[in-house]
């Protein structure tokens, strides 16, 4: 006898938002309308407005996703024995490869604030993000957050992110990443 192990179906709100996600990178947020990410999601259209007030709610939500995996996937990618060179290194050769694996949009709080300049809501986690950012890089090279060293790293990881957008080149993302590893 077949032992079958059931899989809890995913909540409307979890699927909305990976529907969302798929969508936004792929055309954008302004792009996508609500009618998109219901029918992605699978659901009805009530269930998007019992997870989230409004389009703006759903993509406060979906860049606090972004800045938690971000965070998560920045840590996971540190190595604490390794020299601060190789530790900013491997941060830059992880969007290299993003850019390989043609899975790269850009950044997504970038886009969101281009895409919506006016909302409070959206500027703000994309704040939370630069700062997560700045705070990383800091702790990679063990430096004070507010030195000129780890402003010029973040300078230098914007750069990169908004070469590889515009050119979808990863050597762009990798010479970023030699005058990163220089800097300390």
Not at 24 to 42: K, P, Q
Not at 60 to 74: F, K, P, Q, R, T
Not at 121 to 135: E, G, I, L, P, T
Not at 136 to 153: A, F, K, N, Q, W
């Amino acid at each position: 006898m077949e032992s079958t192990i059931a899989t809890p179906v995913q909540s409307a709100r979890v699927r909305l938002l990976a529907s969302a996600r798929r969508l936004f990178h792929e055309h954008g947020i302004n792009a996508t309308g609500i009618d998109l990410v219901v029918r992605g999601a699978g659901v009805a259209k009530a269930s998007l407005y019992n997870n989230f007030a409004s389009k703006e709610a759903l993509v406060v939500a979906y860049l606090e996703e972004e800045l938690n995996g971000w965070v998560d996937h920045a840590q996971a990618l540190d190595d604490p024995w390794w020299s601060s060179r190789e530790r900013v290194a491997a941060l830059f050769e992880a969007l290299a490869r993003s850019v390989e694996s043609r899975t790269f949009y850009g950044c997504p709080f970038t886009n969101a604030v281009i895409e919506l300049p006016e909302c409070l809501s959206v500027r703000h986690v994309a704040n939370r993000y630069r700062d997560a950012v700045r705070m990383h890089l800091s702790e990679l090279v063990e430096e004070d957050p507010g030195t000129s060293v780890v402003s010029r790293l973040v300078l230098l990881y914007d750069g990169a992110i908004t070469a590889a957008k515009v050119a979808h080149d990863a050597a762009l993302v990798r010479e970023a990443s030699t005058l990163a590893q220089e800097l300390v």
